[in-house]
């Protein structure tokens, strides 16, 4: 009986640490969490002046350069990034990414001809599907990490598209709706077309006062202004959450192009 009684206390007592360390592991995630989710809000702002700074350009200037490339639908080159968690259980959050990137991707006209994995769990999962990978990427341990991650993959996607193997640039991550729900998403980055840009000029002003946008130095702005965008993107990808650095990163350096071909003096 007395043997009984001390396994249960050592049962017990072990049960008592585990609940420690349990409670230790959430708040140091809850922690970590808490940074992610401020570099993603901090990026909200930054991002909207720069769609307005644009919105006023396409409506003084008028869209007319269309940067998507004249091959054939369906022979022209996709590229798609695709964002995973490298995290022990997380259940089927890299599945479902996955799962949806491939439906999209299928449905489209052209051929996937690259696709940039972030973590190692993805890379097994896209090389499942079929699709071409390239390389694998590590996901950021901390914020820190995301300036030279997304350095990496503008390196990466600009040489493929100088080399003509992508025209087009997908992106796809995981959404955090409630609690712990989250849903799959996906946006296509690149090319800045002529629907891109319309639809840029049609945005509403927020305020009752038009924008005003000097035409004496047309292309001197345009240069300053995407020579601008990118600079601040890249002081402050530190604090910034991978996917919306990215996204910002690779529209900076695709307006850059767009702005300096386009502008009407």
Known sequence: MSGTIESLTRKISGAADLEAVVRSMKALAASSIGQYQKAVQSLDDYATTVELALTACFRQAGPGYDTAETRSQKTHGIGAIVFGSDQGLVGRFNEVVVEYAFNTLKALPGTVTKTWPLGERIHVL?????????????????????????????????????????????????????????????????????????????????????????????????????????????????SRSPVKTLAALLRCSEQRRTLTGSWKT
């Open 126 to 238: 896209l090389a499942d599907t079929g699709m071409p990978t390239a390389g694998i990427l590590p996901v950021p341990a901390s914020v820190n990490a995301i300036a030279g991650l997304v350095g990496q993959i503008l390196i990466d996607v600009e040489s493929a598209r100088e080399r003509g193997e992508v025209a087009e640039v997908y992106l796809f991550h995981n959404h955090p709706k409630s609690g712990s729900v989250y849903e799959p998403i996906g946006k296509r980055l690149l090319p800045l077309d002529i629907a891109w840009q319309k639809q840029l000029a049609a945005v509403p002003w927020p305020t009752k006062l038009p924008p005003e946008v000097i035409q004496e130095r047309g292309r001197r702005c345009a240069h300053s202004y995407a020579n601008t965008c990118s600079s601040c993107c890249f002081k402050r990808a530190r």
